[in-house]
């Protein structure tokens, strides 16, 4: 099995039940096809970078899971197939989950390095 990390922007008129309803739709599609979800972190609501489908907001979702490669053409065609999902991505990561845990670590230290020079 291989660690997918998997974006994904959900329509901002989706709220409330209904979008915890969604995201429990996408988690289970995952675990009923043998994927095991590591994390999933809720951006919520945010300004896009260009509109998508006449929106300028949108609700992003982040998951990293481990599964077996056909998982993902099946995850990506159910995305598609809804129409409360605006656009999504997804992209291996090669080292697993411990490259991405690895790489925040590195950013938050280099912040935390930063602001002891400035404070020397």
Do not use: C
């Amino acid at each position: 099995m291989r660690t997918y990390e998997h974006i994904f922007i959900v329509h901002p008129e989706v709220v409330g039940d209904e979008y915890a309803a969604l995201l429990d739709k996408f988690k289970t599609i995952l675990t009923e096809q043998g994927a095991n979800i590591l994390k999933v972190d809720e951006w919520g609501p945010r300004k896009l970078a260009y509109p998508i489908k006449k929106q300028a907001r949108g609700s992003y979702v982040l998951m990293v899971f481990d599964a077996a490669p056909k998982v993902i053409t099946e995850f990506e065609r159910r995305l598609r197939l809804d129409e409360k999902v605006m656009k999504f991505q997804t992209v291996l990561l090669p080292k697993g989950m411990k490259a991405a845990v690895a790489k925040a670590d590195a950013e938050v230290s280099e912040e935390t390095a930063a602001e002891e020079e400035e404070t020397a």
